[in-house]
């Protein structure tokens, strides 16, 4: 009897699950068709798949959307799916929803690194990416290395990383006093990110990495559903704690520094999609696939309205995350999940 | 034994004071800043000095620091989490917000006018955060209460860049404050932030017992005789009393209200009672030193405390965090 109760909870969850993906999964492929039509030039959707396809299309259409649409749409799209996963891996792997890159200290090596390269040492173009996506990892291996104590501890890793950023942020708010404002003004909207004015050199190492890494990561993540048990009892149900522990914490950190190092720290968007994953699916589950989509989706919309609807200035996209990401989460963590789980 | 503790940092603390009075750009001897204290002589460069630059300076610190350290002690008891800083009410970017928009809206340019915005946007914003972070199931649960500031942080940061990324005349005063410092910080900062911080130090010391309970999870708390939505909310009030006039009087500070009641809990244990006076003892100590160091090592211009409390505070931080111990709350 109860055990077909348990059954059909689960059942019943995993339905839902996948409802909330195929939802998302549109609602970005709707978001990604909007972007590459809407602006000051309207392609009508028709042109823009004839021009996807290669097909024959009116005269500008290609040049728009090949050279200016269609890099942006796709750097929002992949920077938000890898910041999505990648928050979502390290808020679940590490059991805190407070733990996710731009928090610990991840994110802040690749934008350090950057800030130094652009305003110390004024190096220019692929090679600041380069350098972000370097800084992104060496951070998480000092966190990892500084953290290790007989294995690593979920709290002693964030805690190390927490202090670790902490040192980024106030070399670079340092960096920041010390510069003409106006190069420091620059330097905040990368700060802040942005998917404006991207090419495709920049695009297909982030594209690149999202296909080898993100299949990798829900592979990995699979072993999330015992980690989440706690360390004691995954070791018991037979899974390699650190091991899994260390491929995954290495995969997401490549999505978020190769993310960084393409559109710059988009902000919140690692912090926000796996919360709001969690509270659309609901249950207690891993949400690896459904944060992934949130991120992209944040990223798509925060940028459409960046650019088109805050009147005649455009803002970068990390202005806008914070603002319509945080009250969606609020609005979440205030009504959606009053008959599920409390935290 | 705690209490010999106590009293070895406050002597501490007082050579901290005196050292922070002493060195600068131009070094005072001992003698002379005592004597300045007691009897200042308006014709001497160095009473000056002392008098309307250093002391103010000292005073901002000791009570920054104080208010930074018991403000975060509290915050991680309530939240149960040991990663929340006193920021995570939505202190420092609610500070942050209204300071811009006082720089860039209002054109107030000097910090003494928008100190108050600071405290305003600071005490707002914590209020919307506990409120959010109670509505629905369980009330203020704290990974609710976690969740909702570092969202209302994410909102208020995103609208904060918005506005410096038009206006860079706002950027370049905004930076400056942001980096945390307590140079140029006037007595008078100090008498008017005096009645919050006392009023917050009070709240926060009666939560001591309460936060013991909390600790035991919210259940046993209650079983206990203590009224959890109370005791919440007392301590969320010191919480936003003491770090949001810290937060406007020297920037946000914050990894000193995170990293204090750290170092603090690994001597006393999690017992509050003691926890808090240890934490508003130990993190003013931090801050002159930084402050000093600060001064010292870019003479005669001054590296901001703010980075300096990141660069010694973090080794030790991190030293700390791979004792066994602390990973416990």
Redo the contacts between chains.
Sequence with gaps: MSAGVVETTRRRESARARAVATALLVAAIAMFALTLSYGDFQISLPDVVRSLLGQPTPPGVDYIMHDLRLPRASVSVLAGLAFGLAGAIFQQLLR????SPD?IGVSQGATTAAVVAVLVLGVEGGIVAAVALAGALVTALVIYA??W?KGV?G??F???G???G??L???T??I??RSD??V??EA??WL?GSVSGRTWPQIVPLAVAVLILAPMALTLGRVLTGMQLGDDLATAFGVRVQRSRFALLITAVGLAGMATSAAGPI??VA??SG?IAVRLVGGGRPVLIQAALVGALLVLVSDFIGSHLLGS?Q??V??????I???Y??WL???A??SGR?? | MLTAGLVVIAAALAGAALLSLAVGARDVPFGTVLHALVNPDPDSTEHLIITQSRLPRTIVGLLAGAAFGLAGAVIQGVTRNPLADPGILGVNAGAGLFIVVAISLLGITNLTGYVWFGFLGAAITSVLVYTVGSIGRGGATPVKLALAGAAVTAALTSFTTAVLITDVDAFDQFRFWQVGSLAGRGTDIAVQSLPFLVVGALLAFYSARALNALALGDDVATSFGQNVLVARLIAAGAVVLLCGTATSMAGPLVFIGLVIPHIARSITGPDHRWLLPYSMLLAPLLLLIADVIGRVVARPGEVQVGIVTAIIGAPIFVALARRERLAEL
């Design positions: 805190n929803p407070l733990a928090v500084l953290s104590r501890g709290y002693r964030i805690l190390v927490i202090g670790i902490t040192v942020t106030s070399i708010s340092y920041l006093t404002v106006k420091a003004a905040m909207i802040t902000a919140f912090f926000m919360p200035r803002f970068p990390g202005v806008v995350t914070g603002v990401g945080a009250p989460l609020l963590l205030a009504t999940n009053r409390g935290g």
